[in-house]
């Protein structure tokens, strides 16, 4: 309630600071991490700043820290340049966050989309395009992800006792993915069907 009473621009400032301290918590593990899947240090470093790129673009729009929004427009080129990196993942993420955000075109978030679907995130692609309000394109995007996992499923070799734990767990996920639908972030984040 306290926090109700701050002006816009504190607000801003105590957002900004939130972020940091718990970027920098993490920032070690990050680098570590990055550095046991990276062929050398530049490679660790590329994957420590599209990370951080990401959690910062997705902490922006779910928190509204438009401040951080503006701080991000100067990495559109760079971001719009890599959109078509071997894995867009990173880059499309903080494009559609920046779109959702008010921040980036509509071009941005339509070709964040495509790229997600390109290379296999489809139920990214799902969840970026309910939040935009394409209701049609999430449940494309969707149906595709069901297909593909039904028929990597089927291929499966598994014992009668790891499918039947297995379609448990297939008919939880199939009530959060229908959830995707309605656009909720906060929801679609709650129920992991949507990364943040």
Known sequence: MAHALLSHAAMSRLQRAEFEKL?????????????RFAR?????????QETMLRALAAWAWADQG???????????PLLRERL?????????????YLHLAGHAGH????????????????????????LAGQHEGATH?????????????????????????ADGELASRLA?????????SGLLARQGVFPM
């Open 107 to 130: 071009d941005d978030l339509q070709r964040s989309i495509a790229m997600l679907e390109g290379a296999g995130y489809l139920l990214e692609a799902a969840g970026f395009a309910a």
């Open 23 to 35: 970027a920098l918590e993490h920032l070690g593990e990050l680098r570590a991490t990055a550095l």
């Open 66 to 76: 438009w401040e951080h929004c503006v701080h991000l427009q100067e990495w559109l």
């Open 141 to 165: 995007h969707l149906e595709r992800y069901r297909k593909r996992r039904e028929s990597t499923l089927a291929n499966l070799a598994q014992p009668p006792e790891v499918r039947d734990m």
């Open 40 to 48: 050398n240090e530049k490679d660790a470093d590329d994957l420590v």
């Open 84 to 96: 078509a990196a071997v894995d867009p993942g990173p880059e499309a993420f903080s494009l559609a």
């Open 176 to 184: 959060a993915e229908a959830d995707l639908l309605s656009g909720d």
